[in-house]
């Protein structure tokens, strides 16, 4: 069984920052590439940041030049800092990740972490 672990979240204040980390723990052969995606009360799921396995990245709009997604291969660990936080990142942040394990190749979600951004 494989599972991802996110941890960081927490209540900041408009332009501050905030870093949260995902561990992907259990049988794992290879994590392929792995992300972070955010889901805002009443508004779809969308991806934040993608790093592929050799390090490439990947970044929409919203988070560009304010957000850095970051990973350790031998923690199985991927990472985003978030700086100058906008009330409007305000969401559940979720890190999934595409892993081969004895299951084969397979898509999973963390549970989510919530970050809220207010004064």
């Known amino acids: 069984q494989v599972q991802l672990v996110e941890s960081g979240g927490g209540l900041v204040q408009p332009g501050g920052s905030l870093s949260l980390s995902c561990v992907a723990r259990g049988s794992i052969i290879a994590i392929n590439d792995m992300g972070w995606y955010r889901q805002a009360p009443g508004k779809q799921r969308e991806m934040v940041a993608r790093i592929s396995s050799d390090g490439s990245t990947n970044y929409p709009d919203p988070a560009k030049d304010r957000f850095t997604i970051s990973r350790d291969n031998a923690k199985n660990t991927v990472y985003l800092q978030m700086n100058n936080l906008k009330p409007e990142d305000t969401a559940v942040y979720y890190c999934?990740?595409?892993?081969?394990?004895?299951?084969?190749?397979?898509?999973?979600w963390g549970q989510g972490t919530q970050v809220i951004v207010s004064s």
């Open positions: 999934a990740a595409l892993i081969t394990s004895d299951y084969g190749d397979q898509h999973y």
